[in-house]
């Protein structure tokens, strides 16, 4: 299995930054993708941006041009850089970490922007 741990959530006013940070344990040879979702309150999990080994990144639109996603493959972390963080960003975010198919996930780190 893959353990997965966040960091870096907190509270934040409009327009700050934050940087979230998530280490692999476990089984980790075999993750080739990693990942952050959020999940608002009585919203549905959403994507934010994964990125693969090899540094291709996907961002939701509406985090494109704001949030920087990065890994470090060595470290097998991955890291998102909140900029200009604004209230609709408020939500709970989860590392994900594809291995061998199946999808494993963090406990999540709570992310509040105050307007």
């Known amino acids: 299995q893959v353990q997965l741990m966040e960091s870096g959530g907190g509270l934040v006013q409009a327009g700050g930054s934050l940087r979230l940070s998530c280490a692999a344990s476990?089984?980790?040879?075999?993750?080739?993708?990693m990942g952050w979702y959020r999940q608002a309150p009585g919203k549905q999990r959403e994507l934010v941006a994964t990125?693969?080994?090899?540094?291709?990144?996907n961002y939701a639109d509406s985090v494109k041009g704001r949030f920087t996603i990065s890994r470090d493959n060595a470290k097998i972390t991955v890291y998102l850089q909140m900029n200009s963080l604004k209230p609709e960003d408020t939500a709970v975010y989860y590392c994900?970490?594809?291995?061998?198919?199946?999808?494993?996930w963090g406990q999540g780190t709570q992310v509040t922007v105050s307007s």
């Open positions: 994900n970490a594809l291995s061998r198919g199946y999808n494993y």
């Open positions: 476990g089984s980790i040879f075999s993750i080739n993708g």
């Open positions: 990125i693969t080994r090899g540094g291709s990144a």
